[in-house]
């Protein structure tokens, strides 16, 4: 079974670091460190009308859940950011490089093993 946690922030109604670093926190603990956790930033549709989320709120509960110890975090609805690419976990190579839903580069060879430090990527998500 793979499992992937997505989390839609929106302004003034789940914007709260600390919320979601308790998250954050329960994702590692319950599930495990390597379990992908995907931070959407929300912009306004139908009848929500609350302002997009900052990319730096965005950016800053992306560095709060790595120090917090998860393994594979990614940005959603913030194009071609760093952070929605794929970094192995050991010595922090670019991996998987993306836009939106859209592999641009893979580094990874097919045993799934870091080129640069042989980390075993295997052990944490599947191709």
Do not use: Q
Request: proline fraction near 5%; hydrophobic fraction near 40%; glycine fraction near 6%.
């Amino acid at each position: 079974v793979h499992l992937e946690i997505t989390t839609l922030i929106i302004p003034t109604v789940n914007d709260d670091l600390k919320v979601l670093s308790d998250i954050g926190k329960r994702i590692s603990n319950e599930l495990g460190s390597a379990t992908p956790w995907h931070l959407t930033r929300y912009f306004p549709a139908y009848k929500f009308s609350e302002p997009p989320t900052h990319v730096k709120f965005l950016e800053d509960a992306y560095l709060m859940a790595k120090k917090n110890g998860l393994k594979f975090v990614y940005l959603g609805n913030v194009l071609e950011h760093k952070y929605e690419n794929t970094y192995c976990t050991y010595c922090g190579k670019l991996l998987i490089k993306r836009a939106g839903l859209t592999v641009i580069k893979m580094t990874i060879n097919k045993n799934l093993v870091c080129p640069e430090c042989g980390d075993a990527l295997k052990n944490y998500f599947i191709l």
